[in-house]
């Protein structure tokens, strides 16, 4: 299993920017499909942004759509998550995932990927 460590939350006001990085270690990172999650108080994990082993598909639901971007650079082990707009409603901890699989279906099911990282707090203030 994959080791990811999440950094770059923190606390920006509504109509701001962030991006969050995730560094993987302990795998081949450039097999893994990877996502982005959030969690909020009093509510489940949420899928928020995928991209494929490759890079070369993503995926957003419709309530991030046009506002985040995922990347990944595999030459250093990193994933990111560049969140513009910001909205009150996005603050939440965001985790990433990691899931072996060389193709480009992005699933959206916490339950399907197998290695997560600690969690970076990322408040929007109003």
């Known amino acids: 299993q994959v080791q990811l460590v999440e950094s770059g939350g923190g606390l920006v006001q509504a109509g701001g920017s962030l991006r969050l990085s995730c560094t993987a270690s302990?795998?081949?990172?450039?097999?893994?499909?990877m996502g982005w999650f959030r969690q909020a108080p009093g509510k489940e994990r949420e899928f928020v942004a995928g991209?494929?082993?490759?890079?070369?598909?993503?995926y957003y639901p419709s309530p991030v759509k046009g506002r985040f971007t995922i990347s990944r650079d595999n030459a250093k082990n990193t994933v990111y998550l560049q969140m513009n707009s910001l909205k009150p409603d996005d603050t939440a901890v965001y985790y990433c995932a990691a899931r072996p699989f060389i193709g480009t279906t992005i699933v959206t099911d916490t339950e399907l990927y197998g290695s997560w990282g600690q969690g970076t707090q990322v408040t929007v203030s109003s």
């Open positions: 991209i494929s082993w490759s890079g070369s598909n993503t």
């Open positions: 302990g795998g081949t990172f450039s097999i893994y499909a």
